[in-house]
Nanobody, 115 residues
Framework: QVHLVESGGGEVQPGGSLRLSCAASGINFRLYDMSWYRQAPGKQRELVARISGEGTTDYADFVKDRFTISRDNVRNTVSLKMNTLNSEDTAVYFC?????????WGRGTRVTVST
């Protein structure tokens, strides 16, 4: 059974940084793309960043040069380092993967950017 657990969310001031982490189990982790999505209040869930098993990355335009996705194929974790946060980054952030045709989500970790 695929299990994704996010951590690292919290409250931060504008311009600050956070590092999110997602621990995965139940899959041969190194073979699968991993993604971070986010959902802001009243908005649809949107892709933030994706990383392939080999480490190729892709980012949404609104986070390029501010966020960095990385993975550790030994510890089965994927991280999202977020810099220069602003109020529009306030959202619940979800870890995601697809395995055998099914989509799996973690329960999310909340990020709040405010003064």
């Amino acid at each position: 059974q695929v299990h994704l657990v996010e951590s690292g969310g919290g409250e931060v001031q504008p311009g600050g940084s956070l590092r999110l982490s997602c621990a995965a189990s139940g899959i041969n982790f190194r073979l699968y793309d991993m993604s971070w999505y986010r959902q802001a209040p009243g908005k649809q869930r949107e892709l933030v960043a994706r990383i392939s098993g080999e480490g190729t990355t892709d980012y949404a335009d609104f986070v390029k040069d501010r966020f960095t996705i990385s993975r550790d194929n030994v510890r089965n974790t994927v991280s999202l380092k977020m810099n220069t946060l602003n109020s529009e980054d306030t959202a619940v952030y979800f870890c995601n993967t697809m395995h055998r045709g099914n989509t799996f989500w973690g329960r999310g970790t909340r990020v709040t950017v405010s003064t």
